[in-house]
């Protein structure tokens, strides 16, 4: 069973630029959640994608982005990067259907916002 | 608004001894509510879950208590063994809400002592 993987692991940019993040979901998963931990925070929602559309989203502008492909990878996309983005950006994936299936988390991207 | 409350941000247990980590919550609406435990440089990994039609559940050396009355619950691990020490997160869910959106707290850094 492959787990959840996202890549990079490590990510610097500057205030301004755009980013994308990778994950590949665990095998047999169908749906991926992004979320963003700060430093110190608890992860927080930023949305889900399930069936390559978005399907719920947290309190994050509409410069927060993403997409989920047909073999359930996902991307992470953010324009207009500020200093408060810097963060590790944390990729999970669940199968609909399951009920109370727990979330599998990888292990983040750490971006930094300079 | 901090829905999920972990209120000891560290916690230091001899080893062989019980750890108690302690979560509050303000929304009565939340049925479903789980542990994560968090390595560094890892993500977060799924421990424990609890349906808010019971008052405790029980994993080996882990066991949730819920108290729906105090919105209150804990994560007793007994006994603790040195590889517990993680930061442990508390978060919940609404069961009917099927995009994975789960509202984490701030994390309780636990320290087994040797």
């Known amino acids: 069973e492959t787990g959840v993987t996202q890549s990079p692991t490590h990510l610097i940019k500057t205030r301004g630029q755009q980013v994308t993040l990778r994950c590949s979901s665990q095998?047999?998963?169908?749906?991926v959640s992004w979320y963003q931990q700060a430093l110190g925070q608890g992860p927080q929602f930023i949305f889900q994608?399930?069936?390559?559309?978005?399907?719920g989203r947290g309190n994050f502008p509409p410069r927060f982005s993403g997409l989920q492909f047909p073999n359930y990878s996902s991307e992470l996309n953010v324009n207009a990067l500020e200093l408060d983005d810097s963060a590790l950006y944390l990729c999970?994936?669940?199968?609909?259907?399951?009920?109370?299936?727990?979330?599998?988390f990888g292990n983040g991207t750490r971006l930094t916002v300079t | 608004d901090q829905q999920v409350k972990q209120n000891s941000p560290s916690l230091s247990v001899q080893e062989g001894r019980i750890s108690i980590l302690n979560c509050d919550y303000t929304n009565s609406m939340f049925d479903y509510f789980l542990w994560y435990k968090k390595y560094p440089a890892e993500g977060p990994t799924f421990l424990i879950s609890?349906?808010?039609?019971?008052d405790k559940n029980e994993d080996g050396r882990f066991t949730v208590f819920l108290n729906k009355s105090a919105k209150h619950l804990s994560l007793h691990i007994v006994p603790s063994q040195p590889g517990d020490s993680a930061v442990y997160f508390c978060a919940a869910s609404l069961a009917l809400n099927r995009d994975d959106k789960i509202i984490f707290g701030k994390g309780t850094r636990l320290h087994i002592l040797p």
């Open positions: 609890i349906s808010s039609i019971k």
């Open positions: 994608y399930y069936r390559e559309e978005e399907n």
């Open positions: 095998s047999g998963h169908n749906t």
């Open positions: 999970a994936s669940s199968l609909v259907g399951a009920l109370n299936s727990p979330l599998h």
